[in-house]
């Protein structure tokens, strides 16, 4: 898919694509304060919604479009573009008759294959760049089609924006954020300028920080968040966001990485050193296709005597000193646990599909 949209022309000299501003915007006098401190930081769109996704009605859900005039008047007043949160094609319709500069496309939006072509549908013939969340749920398809329907709307300019994944358990974090599924979107989509939104992700402030320079590891294009003049009194996600001056001081701290350097020196010690990787690489395949030969094998026994593939008490055990021997040589106990799921699920795969 060809993106028109280059974050490199759009960063004006700062160290990473940033669109910040509060979670709603609440009133005339707040979303201008914000953005006046705001203005005297690192900052590239402002961002403020005005029609609020709750979960249960009776909560604070948006100014409505009035909104739309104070944002844009408050970014005109400092020379930056503005966004919101669009979910309707009435929305789309306000934003556009308020020249808001960008369109975003809300969670819980890109979660729903109806809304996504409705806003679409309202998109044709429209030259604005949409960014587009992640869905609530650890789906890519649903993430992939949402972009491709704003594509196909001919829509040019896009940016993805990672927020974090809902989970049916408790976490440290607000949305878990599944590095693995913005990863191969980019892969998906190479030419689409990722970005990661902490806020939403954390649901804190504490943990900003560190999620936000993981995004910069990975090299992520730039962050979206969430700043408020006065976050305690914030109507909506007070907890996570930020006041201008933490934000300045987040932004500060960010180590921005390159992904490559031309360093001789640096260059033929990785190239030693991913050598050696290859080989324990074929060593790990050899191993693995050595182990699922002997799980045809025993599987063959099982066919022969009616007993079922799967073993609970073997596998607990597995799983149990697995882990212990592998926390041992400084593994995280969580990796080594998921790789011998894989290995399980394989290995059980194997053993049903032999031949009879
Ligand atoms: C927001 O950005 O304020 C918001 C509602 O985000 P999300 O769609 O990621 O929940
Ligand atoms: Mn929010």
């Given at each position: 898919m060809q993106n028109e949209l280059k974050i490199r022309d759009l960063l004006k000299g700062n160290k990473t694509f940033l669109i910040a501003g509060p979670c709603s915007v609440e009133s005339e006098e707040q979303i201008a304060k914000t953005?006046?401190?705001?203005?005297?930081?690192?900052?590239?769109?402002?961002?403020?919604?005005?029609?609020?996704?709750?979960?249960?009605?009776?909560s604070?859900?948006?100014?409505?479009?009035?909104?739309?005039?104070?944002?844009k008047q408050a970014g005109t007043s400092v020379n930056l573009p503005v966004t919101v949160e669009v979910a309707t094609p009435e929305h789309v319709e306000d934003a556009?008759?308020?020249?808001?500069?960008?369109?975003?496309?809300?969670?819980?939006?890109?979660?729903?294959?109806?809304?996504?072509q409705n806003i679409a549908d309202a998109l044709k013939g429209v030259d604005i760049p949409v960014m587009l969340k992640n869905p609530m749920s650890p789906d890519l398809d649903l993430w992939i089609g949402a972009i491709e329907r704003i594509a196909n709307a001919g829509i040019k300019?896009?940016?993805?924006?990672?927020r974090g994944f809902q989970m049916h358990k408790k976490t440290a974090y607000r949305n878990v954020p599944n590095w693995r599924i913005p990863i191969e979107l980019r892969r998906t989509f190479p030419d689409i300028p990722l970005i990661c939104d902490p806020s939403h992700i954390c649901g804190n402030t504490l943990l900003l920080q560190s999620v936000a320079q993981e995004a910069m590891d990975l090299l992520y294009d730039g962050l979206m968040l969430e700043v408020h003049i006065n976050p305690n009194e914030a109507l909506s996600d007070a907890k996570q966001q930020l006041t201008p001056k933490e934000y300045g001081e987040l932004v500060k701290k960010l180590?921005?990485?390159?992904?490559?350097?031309?360093?001789?020196?640096?260059?033929?010690?990785?190239?030693?050193?991913?050598?050696?990787?290859?080989?324990?690489?074929?060593?790990?395949?050899?191993?693995?296709?050595?182990?699922?030969?002997?799980?045809?094998?025993?599987?063959?026994?099982?066919?022969?005597?009616?007993?079922?593939?799967?073993?609970?008490?073997?596998?607990?055990?597995?799983?149990?000193?697995?882990?212990?021997?592998?926390?041992?040589?400084?593994?995280?106990?969580?990796?080594?646990?998921?790789?011998?799921?894989y290995i399980h699920e394989e290995s059980l795969r194997q053993q049903e599909d032999m031949p009879e």
């Amino acid at each position: 898919m060809q993106n028109e949209l280059k974050i490199r022309d759009l960063l004006k000299g700062n160290k990473t694509f940033l669109i910040a501003g509060p979670c709603s915007v609440e009133s005339e006098e707040q979303i201008a304060k914000t953005v006046n401190e705001l203005a005297t930081y690192e900052v590239n769109i402002v961002r403020g919604g005005v029609w609020k996704p709750r979960t249960r009605p009776g909560s604070f859900e948006g100014v409505g479009a009035e909104g739309l005039k104070w944002l844009k008047q408050a970014g005109t007043s400092v020379n930056l573009p503005v966004t919101v949160e669009v979910a309707t094609p009435e929305h789309v319709e306000d934003a556009l008759k308020y020249e808001i500069d960008y369109l975003w496309l809300g969670a819980r939006t890109t979660t729903n294959p109806f809304s996504v072509q409705n806003i679409a549908d309202a998109l044709k013939g429209v030259d604005i760049p949409v960014m587009l969340k992640n869905p609530m749920s650890p789906d890519l398809d649903l993430w992939i089609g949402a972009i491709e329907r704003i594509a196909n709307a001919g829509i040019k300019k896009m940016i993805a924006i990672h927020r974090g994944f809902q989970m049916h358990k408790k976490t440290a974090y607000r949305n878990v954020p599944n590095w693995r599924i913005p990863i191969e979107l980019r892969r998906t989509f190479p030419d689409i300028p990722l970005i990661c939104d902490p806020s939403h992700i954390c649901g804190n402030t504490l943990l900003l920080q560190s999620v936000a320079q993981e995004a910069m590891d990975l090299l992520y294009d730039g962050l979206m968040l969430e700043v408020h003049i006065n976050p305690n009194e914030a109507l909506s996600d007070a907890k996570q966001q930020l006041t201008p001056k933490e934000y300045g001081e987040l932004v500060k701290k960010l180590e921005v990485k390159k992904p490559y350097s031309d360093d001789k020196v640096f260059f033929e010690n990785m190239n030693e050193l991913r050598k050696d990787i290859d080989s324990v690489d074929t060593m790990i395949l050899e191993l693995l296709a050595q182990r699922m030969r002997m799980s045809r094998k025993i599987g063959t026994y099982k066919r022969g005597a009616g007993v079922s593939n799967y073993q609970p008490d073997r596998w607990n055990e597995i799983l149990k000193s697995r882990t212990k021997a592998g926390v041992e040589k400084k593994l995280s106990e969580d990796f080594v646990y998921r790789m011998y799921q894989y290995i399980h699920e394989e290995s059980l795969r194997q053993q049903e599909d032999m031949p009879e």
